[in-house]
């Protein structure tokens, strides 16, 4: 769900952004300024904010998964021919058509490759809101382990978040990828 929601905002902010070099250039540190900001030290405030349990690592999670979302989508928009774009210019093309039938299948492979380490990314913010803020999970799983000073317990939950992120990793969106 973290990932659904980071890719919800993501998307069409990074679609705005490659729309409007100048909204980029003004949005841009602040973007990179939420992004070095450890989501760990935000832990407290979605606690008092959302409280414990789900909510607070959903948005962790979408939080982890929005800027690189972000990023890709704004560099894949961007990564359009200049002699095809000046094309969908002659043919008075539209933003919004531009967007729908050039920009995006032009991008979409630098989008889809943002997924793919945003669907890492995304299990390691569930995971580390579960350290945090959750009661059950691989997360709080791997924290009562450390707890018992369970290693054997800790080494297969860290390979079972492994397996797990490895297993996303490699899903294809399609046939011949």
């Not at 492979?109 to 990314?121: C, D, E, K, M, T």
């Not at 995971?127 to 080494?155: K, Y």
């Amino acid at each position: 769900m973290g990932l659904a929601a980071g890719a919800a905002f993501a998307l069409p902010v990074g679609a705005l952004l490659a729309e409007s070099p100048a909204l980029r250039r003004l949005a841009h540190p602040y973007l990179v300024a939420s992004q070095v900001v450890p989501k760990l030290a935000l832990a407290p405030l979605f606690l008092l904010w959302f409280g414990f349990g789900m909510r607070s690592i959903i948005v962790i999670t979408a939080l982890v998964c929005f800027f690189p979302l972000l990023e890709n989508t704004v560099t894949g928009l961007g990564r359009v021919d200049a002699s095809r774009l000046e094309l969908f210019r002659m043919l008075r093309a539209n933003r919004w058509q531009t967007l729908l039938r050039l920009r995006l299948p032009t991008g979409l492979p630098v989008i889809l490759a943002g997924f793919r380490v945003a669907v890492v990314l995304a299990l390691v913010g569930a995971v580390v809101g579960e350290f945090i803020m959750g009661r059950e999970g691989l997360g709080a799983a791997v924290m009562a382990a450390q707890g018992m000073m369970d290693t054997a317990l800790m080494f297969a939950l860290l390979l079972a978040i492994a397996a797990l992120g490895s297993a996303a990793y490699q899903v294809r969106c399609s046939p011949n990828a």
